[in-house]
């Protein structure tokens, strides 16, 4: 497809278990990033890849969330050990390295909507 | 600390006639200002940008207009239509930086 896709759209989960969100970015896209939206905010940063490489996670909330882009494509974002506080809407973005200055803008998928029961 | 804020969380206005809205922010290395669009149950779609050099921005309906002393923004969406009805987010970006600060957003109903 022309666009971000992110799958699945939906996830429920126990506390206490694993999930595994997918991302796979608009075709051509070096950067990838990933935010975390609560319910009646603003999408938050968690972390964001140049091709294969993580240059900032500084937005994980923690030791239980990791995220990797192995072959510069298709990103991976794991939550381990899932607390009721994980539920939210997590967001995937892509876009071009912006070129002499000029700002590429990021566009984003529709999201999974993770629920912690 | 919330670096970019929406105050408004609401806004209606009647078909044909100009909608605005607001953004503060408080970081004076933000260099880039965005405007996303929000439908129920989708993400965010890219509406318009404006760099920090520039005070005004246009593309077809849709204007934002920078205010770099005051730190504030707008988004202006003249004539508004029943389709424009959704979540506006005010995005910024810090210089040299990659990721976005987001507002939390104003839902904007055009009534018809």
């Known amino acids: 497809g022309a666009g971000v896709s992110q799958s699945p759209r939906y996830k429920v989960a126990k506390r206490g278990q694993d999930v595994a969100l997918r991302c796979d970015p608009i075709s051509g896209h070096v950067s990838l990033f990933w935010y975390q939206q609560a319910l009646g905010q603003g999408p938050e940063f968690l972390t964001y890849?140049?091709?294969?490489?993580?240059?900032?996670k500084s937005g994980l909330p923690s030791d239980r969330f990791f995220a990797e882009r192995p072959e510069g494509s298709v990103s991976t974002l794991k939550i381990q050990r899932t607390q009721q506080e994980d539920s939210a809407v997590y967001l995937c973005a892509s876009s071009y390295i912006g070129v002499a200055g000029r700002y590429q803008p990021q566009h984003f998928g529709d999201g999974t909507r993770l629920s912690i029961l | 600390d919330q670096q970019v804020k929406q105050n408004s969380p609401s806004l209606s206005v009647q078909e044909g006639r100009i909608s605005i809205l607001n953004c503060d922010y408080t970081?004076?290395?933000?260099?880039?200002f965005l405007w996303y669009k929000k439908y129920p149950a989708e993400g965010p779609t890219f509406l318009i940008s404006i760099s920090s050099i520039k005070d005004k921005n246009e593309d077809g309906r849709f204007t934002v207009f920078l205010n770099k002393s005051a730190k504030h923004l707008s988004l202006h969406i003249v004539p508004s239509q029943p389709g424009d009805s959704a979540v506006y987010f005010c995005?910024?970006?810090?210089?040299?930086?990659?990721?976005?600060?987001f507002g939390a957003g104003t839902i904007l109903r055009v009534k018809s």
């Open positions: 995005a910024a970006r810090k210089e040299y930086g990659n990721k976005l600060v």
């Open positions: 970081n004076s290395m933000f260099d880039y």
């Open positions: 890849f140049q091709n294969e490489a993580q240059l900032d």
